[in-house]
C-alpha cells in the first residue's frame, strides 16, 4: 500500500497529524507555532486532548482561548502578541516551532533560503527569516511533506535552522538550549537520538517500507532493527480532526492520497 487510506479508512494525511501533535505532547504551558496545514491541525489537536496547556495564536497578533476550524475566526481571546512581543517570546525559549524545511540533512540543518550557491541561487526560497535564532533559543521540530531526497540532502545548500553538528561546533552558547527532538514526513517519524545526533527513522506510517523511506533520503539514515509504525489516531481523535479541525478536509490536500 503507498498511501491513501488504510485498510482502517486512516488517511496517510491523517497519521501525519498525529504525529505532528505528538510533538507537543508533556509541553506544558507554551506557545505552539505550527507552519504548515497539517502542522496546524495538529497542534489544536494536541490542545483538544493530551495538551490543554498549549497556548495557540490566531496567525497574526491574538492569543486564542478556544480552537476554531482552519480558516474559521476564534471567538476567545486572551491575550496580544504583537510582532516585538513575539520575538522577545521566542529569545526567552517559551516556543515549540514545527518549521518547514525546503533541505534537511541528517544532523537536523535545514535551509528554507536558497537551492544552489547562496550567491548565484538556482532557486529562491522564503529567506533565512527566523530560522537561526528559532533553533538556538526555542524547541524546533519540522514538517516535510513531500519526503525525497532533494529535501533531505547530504548537506544543506546554506544553514538556516541550525542542527546540532554547527550548534556543537559553535559551542556551549549555541547548544544550551539547542533542541530538535523530531521531523516528520508525509512518510514517517524521524529523530536525533544516536551517538553522534544524526537523524533516525523513528516510525514509519502504515503503508509505507523502510525501503521507500531509505530511497526518498539522500543520506545514510541509522534505521533500528525493529521500526513500529506511527500510532493510529484514536476514536475521538478522528472525530475532532475531521468534524471540528479540519472539516473541509484541507489536510489531505497537503498530503494527498
Known sequence: MSGGATTTGVTR????????????????????????????????????????????????????????????????????????????????????????AGQIDRHGNQNISCIGDWARPARQLLGVRGAPVNTLNNTTSYWVPKHSPRAFVEQVDMVCGVGYDRAAEAGPSATRFHHVPEVVSNLG????????????????????????????TGFALTVPDEVPYTREPATEELRLVREVIDPKGARDREVPA
Not at 17 to 39: F, K, Y
Not at 192 to 208: C, E, I, K, N, Q
Open 189 to 216: 517519524v524521524f529523530d536525533f537520538a544516536t551517538p553522534d545526533h544524526s537523524m533516525r527513522l523513528r516510525s514509519r506510517h502504515p503503508g509505507v517500507t523502510v525501503e521507500q523511506i531509505l530511497k526518498a
Open 13 to 100: 494525511a491523517e497519521y501525519c497529524v498525529v504525529a505532528c501533535a505528538e510533538a507537543w505532547r508533556h509541553s506544558g504551558e507554551i506557545l505552539a507555532s505550527p507552519m504548515g496545514t497539517v502542522p496546524a491541525i495538529g497542534a489544536r489537536l494536541a490542545k483538544l486532548t493530551f495538551a490543554p496547556d498549549l497556548l495557540l495564536t490566531d496567525g497574526e497578533a491574538l492569543l486564542i482561548g478556544d480552537v476554531p476550524a482552519l480558516g474559521a475566526r476564534a471567538q476567545v481571546v486572551e491575550g496580544w502578541l504583537p510582532y516585538r512581543q513575539h520575538l522577545a517570546l521566542v529569545a526567552t525559549g517559551r516556543r515549540h516551532v514545527m518549521m518547514g
